[in-house]
C-alpha cells in the first residue's frame, strides 16, 4: 500500500544549510508554533461554549496544516532559494533518492539569485531565462514562477541602476510577455500552475517593465581621464575585433565617428561571419553589390536569421558525468573522480534545460 502522507523521518522542521553544517530555522518555528497554539485556544474557546463540537482533532490538525501552507504560499515576495554551488542531477528513483531532479527544482536549488551580480555569468542566466521563457515556463511549479519573476525583477532593476546591457533584457522581456500574451489569451488551451489572474498580473508587470527600458536615458558621464578617442586607431580597431556579437560592434560604431568608419570595415565582418557559420551557409545566402564584392555586414545579420550563432559566456554552469552533478566551475564540487578535469563538461542554457527533459 502506498504511503500518502507526510514523510515519516520528517519532524516537520524547517533546515537551513551553513558552512557549519544544516541548523533548523528557528525563527519559522517560533512563527509555526505561535500558529499552532492560536489554534488551540480557538478550539477549546469552541468546545468550551456549550455548542455542539464542530472540529475533531484530526480536522483541527488539518487547519493548522493548511494555516501554515498559506502563510509561506502567501508571500509573494519571499523568495525559496536554497543558493547551492552545486546540486545532484537524478533522473530516477533509488532506495536512497525518492523522485527526480526537474527543471523547476533545479532553478530554485541553484545559486541564480547571486549570478546575477556577477558579470561573467549575467549572459549566462539573461540567455537561460529567455529559453526558459520561450518553451519551458508552464513546465515550472508554483513556487519556481515565483523565483523566476523575482529573479528577472532584480535583473531589470539592475539595468535600471547600472544602465548595462539593456538590449539583452529587452529580448527576454520580448519573448516572455508573446508567451504571457499567448497564455493568458489561450487560457484552458493549456494546462496553467496558479490562478489566470495571477498570469495577467505577470503580463502587466512585464508590460511595464518594457516601458521602464524604453524610456531609459543613459546620462553622459563627465570623464576628465583617459577616453576611447584618446586611443590610436589600432588599438581601437583590436577593440573591435574582440566583439562576438555584431549588434555590439554597431552600436560602439555609433559613439564617435572614428568608430563609425572602423565598425564599418569588411574584414571585420568576413571575419564574424567566419566565426559564427560555415562555408556552406554562406553560399546559400550570398549577398554581393553593385561592384560585384560581398557584403559582409549585411551577410552577418541575414544569416543570423536562419542559423544560430556560437554562444560565448565568462562562466557557466559544468556538469560533472562521474558524479552527476550540476556546479559553478569556481566553486567546484566533492568529485570523487581520480583526474575530475576530464569529467567536467560546460553546459550551455539549452543543454542545461535539455538535462531535465525525461
Not at 519573476?149 to 508573446?178: A, C, E, G, T, Y
Not at 560604431?253 to 568608419?261: E, F, H, K
Request: charge should be positive; hydrophobic fraction near 35%.
Amino acid at each position: 500500500m502506498p504511503f500518502l502522507g507526510q514523510d515519516w523521518r520528517s519532524p516537520g522542521w524547517s533546515w537551513i544549510k551553513t558552512e557549519d553544517g544544516w541548523k533548523r530555522c528557528d525563527s519559522c518555528n517560533q512563527e509555526l508554533r505561535s500558529e499552532n497554539n492560536q489554534c488551540t485556544v480557538n478550539h477549546s474557546i469552541i468546545l468550551n461554549s456549550g455548542e455542539e463540537e464542530i472540529f475533531s482533532n484530526k480536522e483541527c490538525e488539518y487547519a493548522s496544516k493548511k494555516r501554515k501552507k498559506d502563510h509561506f504560499g502567501n508571500d509573494t515576495t519571499a523568495q525559496s532559494f536554497y543558493r547551492e554551488k552545486w546540486i545532484y542531477v537524478h533522473k530516477e528513483s533509488t532506495k536512497e533518492r525518492h523522485g527526480y531532479c526537474t527543471l523547476g527544482e533545479a532553478f530554485n536549488r541553484l545559486d541564480f539569485s547571486s549570478a546575477i551580480q556577477d558579470i561573467r555569468r549575467f549572459t549566462y542566466v539573461v540567455k537561460l531565462l529567455q529559453l526558459i521563457a520561450k518553451s519551458q515556463l508552464t513546465s515550472l511549479s508554483g513556487v519556481a514562477q515565483k523565483n523566476y519573476f523575482n529573479i528577472l525583477d532584480k535583473i531589470v532593476q539592475k539595468v535600471l541602476d547600472d544602465h548595462q546591457n539593456p538590449r539583452l533584457i529587452k529580448d527576454l522581456l520580448q519573448d516572455l510577455s508573446s508567451t504571457l500574451c499567448i497564455l493568458v489569451r489561450g487560457v484552458g488551451k493549456s494546462v496553467l500552475v496558479g490562478n489566470i489572474n495571477i498570469w495577467s498580473c505577470r503580463l502587466e508587470t512585464v508590460l511595464s517593465w518594457q516601458q521602464q527600458l524604453q524610456n531609459l536615458q543613459m546620462t553622459k558621464q563627465v570623464n576628465t581621464g583617459l577616453t576611447l578617442s584618446d586611443l590610436p586607431l589600432h588599438m581601437l580597431n583590436n577593440i573591435l575585433y574582440r566583439f562576438s556579437d555584431g549588434w555590439d560592434i554597431v552600436t560602439l560604431g555609433q559613439v564617435t565617428p572614428t568608430l563609425s568608419i572602423l565598425s564599418e570595415d569588411r574584414r571585420l565582418w568576413k571575419k564574424l561571419c567566419q566565426y559564427h557559420f560555415a562555408e556552406k551557409q554562406f553560399c546559400r545566402h550570398l549577398i554581393l553589390s553593385e561592384k560585384g564584392h560581398i557584403e559582409w555586414k549585411l551577410m552577418y545579420f541575414t544569416l543570423q536569421k536562419y542559423y544560430p550563432t556560437k554562444e560565448q559566456y565568462g562562466d557557466t554552469l559544468h556538469f560533472c558525468r562521474h558524479c552527476s552533478i550540476l556546479f559553478w566551475k569556481d566553486s567546484g564540487h566533492p568529485c570523487t573522480a581520480a583526474d575530475p578535469d576530464s569529467c567536467f563538461m560546460p553546459v550551455s542554457p539549452q543543454h542545461f534545460i535539455d538535462l531535465f527533459k525525461f
